[in-house]
Nanobody
Framework: QVQLVESGGGLVQAGGSLRLSCVVSGHTFSLYAMAWFRQAPGKEREFVGGIMWSDGSTIYGNSVKGRTTISRDNAENTAYLQMNSLKVEDTAVYYC????????????????WGQGTQVTVST
């Protein structure tokens, strides 16, 4: 079965940086997308960005564009989310998700999700 495990969340000061990791296992997809979403209390799940595993192409949500980089390590089956210049409004639970298809900004397109990791940005 497909499993995704996130790590790297925690408490960070505004203006700081963090890197989240997502290890994926158990799939046999030849073409798949890996995305990061986040959800703050009382808000809908928001697309942060994603990467196509095959060619490393990426897209980013408008709220994080310019201060976020998503990458992947094929050998480690791991995707990374690097966020800089963190803001209080980046506070949320961050999820990685995957599905055997093209990148999408819609959470409903993703079949497999990690458990989430909390990121809290303080002033």
């Amino acid at each position: 079965q497909v499993q995704l495990v996130e790590s790297g969340g925690g408490l960070v000061q505004a203006g700081g940086s963090l890197r989240l990791s997502c290890v994926v296992s158990g799939h046999t997809f030849s073409l798949y997308a890996m995305a990061w979403f986040r959800q703050a209390p009382g808000k809908e799940r928001e697309f942060v960005g994603g990467i196509m595993w095959s060619d490393g192409s990426t897209i980013y949500g408008n709220s994080v564009k310019g201060r976020t980089t998503i990458s992947r390590d094929n050998a480690e089956n791991t995707a990374y989310l690097q966020m800089n210049s963190l803001k209080v409004e980046d506070t949320a639970v961050y999820y990685c998700a995957t599905h055997p298809g093209r990148l999408s900004v819609l959470a409903s397109r993703y079949d497999y999700w990690g458990q989430g990791t909390q990121v809290t940005v303080s002033t």
